[in-house]
């Protein structure tokens, strides 16, 4: 009853009209932030913490929830209508959104998109408000080996996100937590893989790694194609589109609710981020759901439906252990609870009886921001769907901007500009020789987690932690899940008798150029490794050798494997004979072309990229944006001026009101912005990079 009571306190603690603008402001603000790549809820949260000063408890948190619960809910637009994730959570939506967009499906995927984020928000705010006074104890029972066993649990989806190449993406998978283990190693100190880069010290961002494997590449197949991404008379109503998105979600609402749930105890879990739930909730749905083996990966709404319910259903669980333990599940929770004690808040066993109303309050904040952001984007869909309609060279430059001004949120340095240009060359390759990416991410995301959670269970259990029950259940549904793949590949074959004897003399092709540069890079990063000392480098060794292991043999397979074996087993795959298998990445529409062609049209994108890079050290990101649009569509497609000027002037003042002016973002130094002085007579000049500075110098 005491539950009820400070429920219905806390409902109508939030009804209150100023409250319920505050709540909308930030919501509006989570959307907008939300939608431009890169920048998320943890810069806004930021933002607006000093605004909340003033403000009573329950109107603070209502204003920070409202932002935190709803940047998510607008991050599948750019990956849906372009195929271009802005943000690491909404990787998996492209996977099945843009290939809906690309056949006229935009709108449906957009509706679906927002229907089970409201639909997954709501059961993550009803499932915190339930579990509050029962979830204490269920927390405190995970120590570091839980959270290590969840990790390599993480790490088995690898062999469901793989598709047809399990080899492949282990090797990916490998190569993902080599670059997670970059920098300094935290038990020892010593320096692993940083090339005497002071920038690689302390890792890779996931940002930039993020942006360039999974949106540079659509954004140059979107100029190599010089082709809108769908075309006007392809694209389905609208309207209808997003009313079948909406049915799809009901249709699906067991799927919805299972990777909600998925989502919000997960999210309750610290260390388990928001880019790791999408993909454990994807593979669960991939490997679930009735034929989705066949369909996923190429426009099936339920891959959306799956990611996005798992995605913003997060927030509930998050909030739990900041609010009974004080302990914050990620950067944004980390800043909220420094609001919390800002306010006067204490999280533990007073938020769960003297402060219960402003506990439930930020349920319903949860639950109302959701709703209104998923209806301000139902609003305006319609417009969203249309840019996949727009010629490459309105979209191409804008996006690629904010991919820039994204990127440099990971460190806040140059090396974040040159990450992401390596990396979208590599997600560029990855993709059109056939190599998955998601396991890359993944094993990016999770190797840092199982690296630091192995070391301190083995320093406080010994061997001891292998037998608590959580650690045994997840490592034998992480075993299962890993063999399954080769399991039914040699069941296909009719045993380890028919797998090995099916093979040829060795052909050569173009496609193991890839795999041979991986091996080559693998042995370059071992044979560092082995100068180590012995606790920084056991682990990398051993990842090292897998990634050696798995590339060489998916070599030789590529080498020797009978090409009459390989149509049967693509052509009984296509009829849903045999095992399922699919290319678990986002289809290339570009293949039908040469490939000097795309070759060429490549190192055009990429080259565009480096002057943007050029012009920034020459006179600063904000000034190169409006130069870099202009030079853009004047050269690609000799676009109107009435169209390129406008564009490039209203580019340049939103970058410099929001990220210069509003966020306040210390650029990188550029040459012409370093500051130049000089005499003239009786005057001193200098030059700061924006204006001149005049100051009158005594004359001798």
Same mark, same amino acid.
């Given at each position: 009853?005491?539950?009820?009571?400070?429920?219905?306190?806390?409902?109508?603690?939030?009804?209150?009209?100023?409250?319920?603008?505050?709540?909308?402001?930030?919501?509006?603000?989570?959307?907008?932030?939300?939608?431009?790549?890169?920048?998320?809820?943890?810069?806004?949260?930021?933002?607006?913490?000093?605004?909340?000063?003033?403000?009573?408890?329950?109107?603070?948190?209502?204003?920070?929830?409202?932002?935190?619960?709803?940047?998510?809910?607008?991050?599948?637009?750019?990956?849906?209508?372009?195929?271009?994730?802005?943000?690491?959570?909404?990787?998996?939506?492209?996977?099945?959104?843009?290939?809906?967009?690309?056949?006229?499906?935009?709108?449906?995927?957009?509706?679906?998109?927002?229907?089970?984020?409201?639909?997954?928000?709501?059961?993550?705010?009803?499932?915190?408000?339930?579990?509050?006074?029962?979830?204490?104890?269920?927390?405190?029972?995970?120590?570091?080996?839980?959270?290590?066993?969840?990790?390599?649990?993480?790490?088995?989806?690898?062999?469901?996100?793989?598709?047809?190449?399990?080899?492949?993406?282990?090797?990916?998978?490998?190569?993902?937590?080599?670059?997670?283990?970059?920098?300094?190693?935290?038990?020892?100190?010593?320096?692993?893989?940083?090339?005497?880069?002071?920038?690689?010290?302390?890792?890779?961002?996931?940002?930039?790694?993020?942006?360039?494997?999974?949106?540079?590449?659509?954004?140059?197949?979107?100029?190599?194609?010089?082709?809108?991404?769908?075309?006007?008379?392809?694209?389905?109503?609208?309207?209808?589109?997003?009313?079948?998105?909406?049915?799809? /979600?009901?249709?699906?609402?067991?799927?919805?609710?299972? /990777?909600?749930?998925?989502?919000?105890?997960?999210?309750?879990?610290?260390?388990?981020?928001?880019?790791?739930?999408?993909?454990?909730?994807?593979?669960?749905?991939?490997?679930?759901?009735?034929?989705?083996?066949?369909?996923?990966?190429?426009?099936?709404?339920?891959?959306?439906?799956?990611?996005?319910?798992?995605?913003?259903?997060?927030?509930?669980?998050?909030?739990?252990?900041?609010?009974?333990?004080?302990?914050?599940?990620?950067?944004?929770?980390?800043?909220?609870?420094?609001?919390?004690?800002?306010?006067?808040?204490?999280?533990?066993?007073?938020?769960?009886?003297?402060?219960?109303?402003?506990?439930?309050?930020?349920?319903?904040?949860?639950?109302?921001?959701?709703?209104?952001?998923?209806?301000?984007?139902?609003?305006?869909?319609?417009?969203?769907?249309?840019?996949?309609?727009?010629?490459?060279?309105?979209?191409?430059?804008?996006?690629? /901007?904010?991919?820039?001004?994204?990127?440099?949120?990971?460190?806040?340095?140059?090396?974040?500009?040159?990450?992401?240009?390596?990396?979208?060359?590599?997600?560029?390759?990855?993709?059109?020789?056939?190599?998955?990416?998601?396991?890359?991410?993944?094993?990016?995301?999770?190797?840092?987690?199982?690296?630091?959670?192995?070391?301190?269970?083995?320093?406080?259990?010994?061997?001891?932690?292998?037998?608590?029950?959580?650690?045994?259940?997840?490592?034998?549904?992480?075993?299962?899940?890993?063999?399954?793949?080769?399991?039914?590949?040699?069941?296909?074959?009719?045993?380890?008798?028919?797998?090995?004897?099916?093979?040829?003399?060795?052909?050569?092709?173009?496609?193991?150029?890839?795999?041979?540069?991986?091996?080559?890079?693998?042995?370059?990063?071992?044979?560092?490794?082995?100068?180590?000392?012995?606790?920084?480098?056991?682990?990398?060794?051993?990842?090292?050798?897998?990634?050696?292991?798995?590339?060489?043999?998916?070599?030789?397979?590529?080498?020797?494997?009978?090409?009459?074996?390989?149509?049967?087993?693509?052509?009984?795959?296509?009829?849903?004979?045999?095992?399922?298998?699919?290319?678990?990445?986002?289809?290339?529409?570009?293949?039908?072309?040469?490939?000097?062609?795309?070759?060429?049209?490549?190192?055009?994108?990429?080259?565009?990229?480096?002057?943007?890079? /050029?012009?920034?050290?020459?006179?600063?990101?904000?000034?190169?944006?409006?130069?870099?649009?202009?030079?853009?569509?004047?050269?690609?497609?000799?676009?109107?001026?009435?169209?390129?000027?406008?564009?490039?002037?209203?580019?340049?003042?939103?970058?410099?009101?929001?990220?210069?002016?509003?966020?306040?973002?210390?650029?990188?130094?550029?040459?012409?912005?370093?500051?130049?002085?000089?005499?003239?007579?009786?005057?001193?000049?200098?030059?700061?990079?924006?204006?001149?500075?005049?100051?009158?110098?005594?004359?001798?």
């Amino acid at each position: 009853m005491d539950i009820l009571h400070a429920a219905g306190a806390a409902f109508l603690i939030m009804i209150d009209p100023a409250r319920l603008a505050i709540l909308f402001g930030g919501v509006c603000m989570g959307l907008s932030l939300g939608i431009l790549p890169g920048i998320g809820g943890v810069a806004g949260i930021a933002l607006l913490l000093p605004f909340t000063y003033s403000m009573d408890p329950a109107t603070a948190m209502a204003l920070l929830l409202g932002l935190a619960s709803t940047s998510t809910t607008a991050d599948p637009i750019s990956a849906i209508v372009l195929g271009a994730p802005g943000h690491a959570a909404s990787a998996a939506t492209a996977l099945d959104g843009f290939p809906m967009t690309k056949r006229g499906e935009g709108g449906r995927a957009l509706g679906a998109a927002y229907m089970s984020a409201l639909m997954g928000g709501l059961f993550g705010a009803t499932l915190m408000g339930i579990t509050l006074p029962i979830m204490r104890p269920l927390i405190l029972f995970i120590g570091s080996p839980e959270l290590l066993g969840l990790a390599v649990f993480g790490i088995s989806m690898v062999s469901v996100l793989s598709g047809n190449t399990p080899l492949r993406g282990l090797t990916a998978a490998c190569f993902g937590m080599m670059l997670a283990m970059i920098g300094s190693d935290p038990q020892t100190g010593t320096l692993r893989w940083t090339m005497d880069s002071l920038y690689l010290w302390e890792g890779l961002p996931l940002v930039p790694l993020t942006l360039g494997v999974f949106a540079l590449p659509e954004l140059c197949d979107l100029l190599v194609a010089r082709q809108a991404v769908v075309k006007s008379d392809q694209l389905m109503d609208t309207r209808e589109g997003l009313l079948a998105g909406v049915r799809d /979600c009901f249709t699906h609402w067991w799927l919805v609710l299972r /990777c909600a749930w998925m989502g919000s105890a997960l999210g309750a879990i610290p260390g388990i981020s928001a880019s790791v739930i999408d993909w454990i909730s994807y593979g669960h749905a991939l490997k679930t759901e009735h034929g989705a083996a066949q369909t996923f990966g190429r426009g099936d709404v339920r891959g959306v439906i799956a990611a996005e319910s798992a995605t913003n259903s997060r927030e509930g669980g998050a909030l739990v252990p900041t609010v009974v333990f004080g302990v914050p599940s990620s950067a944004g929770m980390a800043i909220l609870l420094g609001a919390f004690l800002m306010h006067g808040l204490v999280p533990g066993p007073d938020m769960l009886t003297k402060n219960l109303d402003i506990t439930y309050s930020m349920v319903w904040s949860i639950a109302i921001a959701n709703i209104l952001g998923s209806g301000l984007c139902f609003m305006f869909s319609g417009q969203f769907a249309k840019l996949a309609t727009l010629r490459y060279t309105l979209i191409l430059p804008v996006v690629l /901007c904010f991919c820039y001004i994204g990127a440099f949120e990971g460190k806040r340095q140059w090396g974040d500009l040159y990450s992401l240009l390596f990396f979208g060359m590599l997600g560029w390759a990855m993709k059109h020789f056939k190599w998955p990416r998601p396991p890359l991410v993944l094993g990016f995301i999770l190797g840092g987690v199982l690296e630091r959670y192995m070391f301190i269970s083995i320093q406080r259990y010994g061997v001891t932690w292998m037998g608590r029950p959580l650690v045994v259940i997840m490592f034998a549904m992480s075993l299962l899940s890993l063999l399954r793949p080769f399991l039914l590949d040699v069941k296909a074959h009719g045993g380890w008798k028919g797998m090995l004897s099916d093979f040829h003399p060795p052909h050569i092709n173009k496609m193991q150029i890839f795999p041979v540069f991986l091996l080559g890079l693998f042995a370059a990063m071992m044979s560092e490794a082995v100068t180590w000392n012995f606790y920084a480098k056991i682990i990398p060794m051993i990842v090292g050798t897998g990634a050696i292991l798995f590339c060489s043999l998916s070599l030789l397979n590529d080498l020797f494997k009978s090409q009459i074996q390989k149509a049967k087993a693509m052509e009984s795959a296509a009829l849903g004979v045999g095992p399922e298998k699919i290319h678990m990445d986002i289809g290339s529409n570009i293949s039908h072309m040469p490939p000097l062609t795309v070759l060429a049209r490549g190192a055009v994108f990429f080259g565009w990229m480096i002057f943007f890079l /050029c012009s920034m050290a020459l006179i600063g990101l904000i000034p190169t944006v409006p130069i870099f649009i202009i030079l853009f569509m004047r050269m690609e497609a000799k676009e109107r001026w009435t169209i390129t000027l406008p564009m490039a002037t209203i580019m340049f003042f939103f970058c410099w009101f929001l990220f210069d002016w509003l966020l306040s973002i210390p650029w990188p130094g550029s040459y012409l912005g370093m500051g130049w002085d000089f005499d003239l007579g009786s005057s001193h000049y200098h030059w700061d990079g924006w204006q001149w500075w005049k100051d009158n110098v005594p004359s001798a």
